[in-house]
């Protein structure tokens, strides 16, 4: 069946420009997470929904970084002002039921590359 | 906040030999999963712990939650060169969904 899509696979855009990246779950996964991962690191967490809402949005580095959910299945993941540090690979990640105790699907990722 | 930390963050064995990496969680975890990750690949889910002391196994991976819940290791036993990719823990503490990633540890096999 389908896994996690992510779109697009890659992007590049210069420093100050906006973006946007999205994400869609495997059907029925009601959990979602963004992650971000820079090279030789650890996926770093940035929000988690239940459904619509985000339930924890502590990871998100500062106010340039938005997400939303508004139907409960696909996510975008919005960066305002982009910054050459914001360069990284940005992971989603879905999970069926309450996020805690299922295993989590990863997408591919989206490449992010700021100039 | 939450911190994990893995050991080591690289290691080199020999095709046949075993391999361990470890995991350590600056609070108590609810629980705790781990992936892997081949290179220029995503993630992909291997195991999830949940109690204390938990021991599980498939086929040459054996994972452990440490009693406290604030450690836990992947062994392989006989590395293949399959076995080559990332190895990350993730922990969830009590009272919150977001799990934390370790650092990972990067495993290379040679033939």
């Known amino acids: 069946g389908a896994g996690v899509s992510q779109t697009p696979s890659n992007k590049v855009t210069e420093k100050g420009k906006y973006v946007e990246l999205r994400c869609d779950p495997i059907s029925g996964h009601t959990a979602l997470y963004w992650y971000r991962q820079s090279l030789g690191q650890g996926p770093e967490f940035l929000i988690y929904f239940q459904g619509t809402g985000a339930a924890d949005d502590s990871g998100l580095p500062n106010d340039r970084f938005f997400a939303v959910r508004p139907e409960g299945s696909v996510s975008t993941l919005k960066i305002q002002r982009t910054e050459r540090g914001d360069s990284a690979v940005y992971l989603c990640?879905?999970?069926?039921?309450?996020?805690?105790?299922?295993?989590?699907?990863f997408g591919p990722g989206t490449r992010l590359t700021v100039l | 906040g939450q911190q994990v930390m893995q050991i080591p963050q690289y290691q080199h064995v020999q095709e046949g030999e075993d391999f361990t990496t470890y995991c350590n969680s600056s609070?108590?975890?609810?629980?705790i999963q781990w992936y892997k990750q081949r290179p220029g690949g995503h993630p992909v889910f291997l195991i999830q712990?949940?109690?204390?002391?938990e021991v599980k196994k498939q086929k040459r991976l054996t994972f452990q939650f440490g009693e406290a819940k604030k450690n836990s290791s992947l062994h392989i036993t006989a590395t293949q060169t399959t076995d080559v990719g990332t190895y990350f823990c993730?922990?969830?503490?009590?009272?919150?969904?977001?799990?934390?990633f370790g650092t990972g540890t990067r495993l290379k096999v040679l033939a």
């Open positions: 712990l949940v109690k204390s002391g």
């Open positions: 993730a922990g969830s503490a009590s009272g919150t969904y977001k799990y934390i």
């Open positions: 990640a879905s999970s069926l039921g309450l996020a805690g105790y299922n295993e989590q699907f």
């Open positions: 609070t108590t975890l609810s629980n």
